[in-house]
């Protein structure tokens, strides 16, 4: 039978590739997570039986670096879970979706030789232990270690950590066979389980009526809505409740009727109401730096709205007259959408 195993940290290079793989403690030492940083946001995958609440903290090896991960979606299925990263951790997160996303099919064959890594005796250091893969599928594989000592020996803890070949991260173990052999999920599979929630599109169109200025921030109109599709841009008249048509939402927002004002920051937020909603994903930027009659449209740099439901975006202590909002994508495709908080300060 199966042991469930727990997680540890680990930073090791991906060969071929400038990014390094990070994998944090959880909890109590209850397990491992690898980071991933993906369009300016970090996230923490590990097993989801090592998720064993929604909130979680995070520690490296030594010398220690902290964080907390918000468990947004679990795969039960596949023993898979993902959590928004905050804190200093959020800044080590240098491994990128896109790795994931490389097809390991020609390194996970019986027999292939690599390394265990893991984080040992109370997250003091990284260690790699020998090993060679005795079973694989198109999904899963199973290591059995090859060295003849202590520390090779597969103990509680494990799941989530990591297993390379020629230096690169394959899979994530999810439960131990024994103290010499342990089963991973393969990496470009944990890729393929999650893409469909860090790259969501389509969902519905939100009650655009509900974005009021805010009363600690600079004043401001809501001067256009529209729906984007193909370079078209159709203005919206009344709030929708309709299925989004792959259109992008624009919304414009007026600071000035005249010259640009200070602006230093802009902050979204939005409830999910219970699961009864959802809010921006992928979004633009851009800032009307030019006065009326000369307009000046400048695009800044705005990361993923994370599944917490709340961005801030500095603006660089600029001017502007106008903001526009452009939504690409939602989290969950299948809710209405909310925005109901903007405030520009």
């Known amino acids: 039978m199966a042991i ?15 990014h390094a793989a990070t994998m944090v403690l959880v909890g109590e030492e209850v397990g491992h997570a690898v980071l991933v940083q993906h369009r300016g946001n970090c996230y923490a995958v590990m097993p989801d039986h ?48 896109v790795d994931l996303s490389k097809d390991v099919s020609k390194l996970v064959g019986d027999t292939a030789s690599g390394g265990l890594s893991r984080i040992q005796f109370g997250g003091k ?3 790699r232990a020998a090993a060679t893969i005795i079973d694989a599928d198109d999904n899963h594989f199973v290591i059995a270690t090859t060295q003849e000592w202590s ?28 103290t010499s ?3 991973f999920l393969r990496m470009d599979r944990v890729h393929q389980a999650l893409s469909s929630v860090l790259e969501a599109s389509g969902g519905k169109h939100p009650v655009l009526a ?3 200025g805010a009363q600690d921030g600079i004043g401001y109109r809501v001067t256009s809505q529209a729906r984007v599709l193909n370079g078209v841009r159709r203005g919206l008249t009344e709030a929708l409740d309709t299925t989004w048509d792959g259109a992008d939402l624009e ?25 009864l909603a959802t809010f921006p994903q992928d979004i633009t930027l851009q800032l009307d730096r030019g006065s009326v009659g000369q307009t000046a449209w400048r695009e800044i740099f705005a990361p993923d709205m994370p599944p917490s439901g709340k961005l801030e ?5 600029t001017y502007a007259r106008r903001v526009r909002l452009t939504i690409h994508s939602v989290w969950h495709p299948d809710r209405p959408m909310h925005l109901e908080r903007v405030v520009f300060r």
Request: net charge negative; charged share 20%.
């Open 50 to 97: 090592v998720a064993f609440k929604d909130r979680l903290s995070l520690v490296s090896a030594l010398p220690q670096v902290t964080g907390v991960a918000t468990v947004f979606h679990r795969r039960s299925d596949l023993d898979l879970a993902i959590g928004f990263v905050e804190g200093d951790l959020a800044q080590a997160c240098d491994l990128t979706w």
């Open 210 to 212: 509900e974005i009021k």
């Open 251 to 275: 919304i414009e927002f007026t600071l000035s009727n005249s010259a640009p004002i200070p602006l230093r920051s802009i902050l979204l937020e939005s409830a999910a109401a219970n699961g």
């Open 181 to 183: 052999r342990a089963r």
């Open 151 to 178: 520390n090779s020996e597969i103990m509680g803890g494990v799941s989530g950590a990591l297993f390379y070949v020629r230096n690169i991260p394959v899979g994530i173990a999810l439960t131990s066979e024994d």
């Open 4 to 18: 469930w195993i727990r997680l540890s940290l680990i930073v090791c290079m991906w060969s071929g590739t400038s």
């Open 125 to 127: 250091f990284i260690d």
């Open 313 to 317: 975006v500095s603006t660089g202590q």
